[in-house]
């Protein structure tokens, strides 16, 4: 892990009218850095994750990609974007991968992988499609790249979403409980492939309510309690000494998953 920053949150807070669903946010992320964040329903997880990549517009705060601060003005109900096209570059540096895959139903999985590349970075389709093969056999579907996505399982289309977004090289990636969506059966095998991922020394922020992985994998565990972080620290050191009473509530009431 360096001792660069990949990605700093200041001060965020996010309202949705009368309801503030994050409260005054901060945390930085190492390059290299792999931080999972627990929480029960409703604590702001998610919400957190979108916030970050501005598929919801924070009310107050300020984000930090690298060492490039993303442009936000006030306006009266939250912030604002000041340059959309700011926004659009960090977005290739920022991927998100989600609970519902999010994939292209009429592409194949290769169309899919090679559309950000070729039509948003702007680089050869030629290229683009010998690193979709490659990533395709990297997460385990390489004999899937022609297929649609509704001819896949859960864990073939997440696998294939995690590949669509590692093809635009992202500096850090952000999962949205990837395997939430998934039959039991199917979750090892995302998991697997973020174990690698981890391994490799990517920089990830994971939303996920698998706790032995957040213990095993994470090298960092956030825990939310309603909108504010109560728990930051070390994976062993959380789970082995927790301080926040709340977060051992949490942790022995999902005693089976760690």
């Not at 390059?31 to 517009?57: F, Q």
């Not at 930090?64 to 306006?75: A, C, H, M, S």
Request: glycine fraction near 6%; charged fraction near 30%; include cysteine.
């Amino acid at each position: 892990m360096s001792d660069q920053t990949a990605l700093s949150v200041r001060n965020l807070r996010k309202r949705f009218g009368p309801l503030e669903v994050l409260k005054d946010i901060s945390f930085d992320a190492k390059k290299g850095e792999v931080i999972a964040i627990l929480g029960s329903s409703g604590s702001g997880k998610s919400t957190l994750l979108r916030c970050i990549n501005l598929l919801e517009m924070p009310s107050a705060g300020e984000i930090v990609v690298g060492d490039e601060v993303v442009k936000l003005k006030p306006q009266r109900d939250g912030l604002a974007v000041v340059d959309r096209r700011q926004i659009d570059a960090l977005r290739a540096r920022v991927a998100m991968v989600f609970q519902s895959f999010n994939l292209w139903s009429h592409m194949t999985i290769l169309e899919n992988l090679i559309e950000g590349p070729v039509h948003v970075q702007g680089r050869p389709r030629r290229e683009c499609i010998a690193e979709a093969e490659a990533l395709l056999a990297k997460v385990g579907i390489a004999d899937k790249r022609d297929a649609y996505p509704a001819h896949l399982s859960g864990g073939q289309q997440q696998r294939a979403a995690i590949a669509r977004a590692l093809a635009m090289k992202p500096e850090l990636m952000l999962f949205d409980e990837p395997t939430s969506a998934l039959d039991p059966e199917r979750v090892g095998e995302v998991l697997k492939v973020m174990r690698a991922l981890a391994d490799e020394g990517r920089t990830m922020v994971i939303v996920t309510h698998e706790m032995a992985f957040a213990r095993d994998v994470a090298s960092r565990v956030i825990f939310l309690h309603e909108g504010m972080i109560e728990e930051d620290g070390s994976a062993r050191q959380v789970f082995e000494n927790p301080k926040s009473a709340r977060f051992q509530k949490f942790i022995s009431t999902n005693r089976d998953d760690v």
